[in-house]
């Protein structure tokens, strides 16, 4: 039965798309949260995306896995006594056949620490199929995490997969070797990685931990590119979300801070190459994430400066965007995120200024969205990156805080962003 709260949920949001059930392939269903009346938090997550033809950089998910081991190293920002996995075939058009998988601490580049290796069972099995569109999640495995610890997943498909879904901008690396490699602790047979690239992840979207030390409720960062660490140092960690979770650490007020951005993603919109619209992937990156007090919304960046999907190759021009389809479209995320229990923050918007697609009509429609984010009183609270990363309001990211390109910010630039957050606004 559906929860009053879920149901208002559902209703706020007026696009949602078909939320990914994590249930074992081969077993009962199990509920979301809850495996032997364990509490689970999530630790690490990331937006599941349709394959596609990257038009930034190359990547596996086009053509998928063939008799080949796939290792994966993610950061974790919660720990415990015990983690999952959650395994997506969300934008699979077959059943996706895992032959089996392992996990342990990493170590460098693709190596794992000796010693720490674990098979992952689903209910109980070494094998699993993931039916089309939806996830598995994997039995606990007993391995103690701290937060900031990283762990090394090992997936091994001894056939085809077809197309993969994936996360397509990580800025981390994945390996890749020929043939079953799970239990191999070096990293001698996974030569092989997309290079020069900033990294892709497979099938994984999301990582949990319980026991130890109770966590506080997950705060969700949830936006674009400028979310999802474009410009961030490839295997560095310092994207705006890894330096939040960082300093909340060093207040002694330690939360997992998951990342929901996707590198392009429009808040209107759906992409062919760009993942879903925010409002379609709300409920599923943000609400349907375990224990999650707070959501921050940075989004709106790619509907203002994009007018329809011609970047991944598709002759579609979108409505016009205004400022008011823009502020509808906020308005719809905080009464969804409130209908859960979930703080909502807003994110000012970053300026662009030396960008080459900079005009005064879309600064215009950044700095009139801003001061709705501002002054409007309907988010619980701001975080003004905006302020933050451009304080003299000269209407450009100075230099040394951006990419490169004036619009995206360097580590330095993400670590202004974090720390212009306000702690006591995630409570």
Not at 117 to 142: I, K, M, N, Q, T
Request: charged share 20%; hydrophobic share 40%; net charge neutral.
């Amino acid at each position: 039965m559906i929860s009053f709260a879920r149901a208002a949920s559902v209703a706020a949001l007026t696009a949602l798309s078909i939320a990914a059930t994590a249930v074992p392939a081969t077993a009962a269903p199990v509920p979301a949260g809850s495996a032997h009346h364990q509490r689970w938090s999530a630790a690490w997550s990331a937006p599941m995306m349709r394959p596609s033809a990257a038009p930034w950089f190359a990547t596996w998910a086009g053509q998928g896995f063939d008799h080949q081991s796939v290792r994966q190293v993610v950061r974790l920002s919660g720990g415990g006594k015990a983690v999952r996995f959650r395994l997506s075939n969300l934008n699979g058009t077959t059943p996706l056949r895992l032959t089996g998988a392992d996990v342990g601490r990493a170590a460098d580049g693709a190596a794992v620490v000796p010693g720490t290796v674990r098979p992952l069972r689903f209910a109980h099995r070494e094998s699993v199929v993931v039916p089309v569109g939806e996830e598995v999640l994997s039995d606990p495995v007993p391995l103690p995490v701290t937060a900031r610890d990283r762990v090394a997943l090992t997936l091994y498909f001894d056939g085809p997969t077809g197309p993969a879904t994936y996360h397509q901008l990580s800025m981390t690396t994945t390996y890749r070797a020929a043939g079953d490699h799970r239990g191999d602790t070096g990293a001698t047979a996974f030569t092989d990685a997309v290079r020069p690239g900033f990294g892709s992840w497979y099938y994984l979207s999301g990582v949990e931990v319980t026991g130890g030390r109770p966590a506080g409720k997950a705060v969700v960062a949830f936006g674009e590119s400028t979310t999802d660490g474009f410009g961030a140092t490839v295997d560095g960690d310092d994207r705006y979300p890894d330096r939040l979770a960082e300093r909340l650490i060093a207040a002694g007020r330690p939360r997992p801070v998951l990342n929901a951005g996707i590198g392009s993603n429009k808040m209107l919109a759906d992409s062919a190459c760009a993942g879903d619209s925010a409002l379609s992937r709300f409920e599923r990156d943000v609400l349907d994430q375990p224990n999650v007090g707070t959501v921050i919304v940075s989004h709106g960046m790619n509907d203002i400066l994009r007018t329809g999907d011609q970047i991944c190759g598709v002759d579609r021009d979108d409505p016009p965007v205004t400022l008011q389809r823009l502020i509808d479209a906020h308005r719809t995320l905080i009464r969804a995120a409130h209908a859960r229990g979930v703080r909502a923050v807003g994110a000012t918007l970053m300026p662009f200024g030396g960008a080459p697609f900079w005009t005064a009509q879309t600064d215009r429609m950044r700095r009139d969205l801003n001061e709705w984010i501002r002054s409007a009183g309907e988010y619980d609270a701001v975080a003004d990156f905006d302020r933050a990363i451009d304080p003299a309001g000269t209407g450009s990211i100075p230099d040394g805080y951006h990419f490169g390109d004036h619009l995206h910010p360097s580590p330095r630039g993400y670590q202004a962003m974090a720390d212009s957050v306000d702690l006591d606004s995630l409570r």
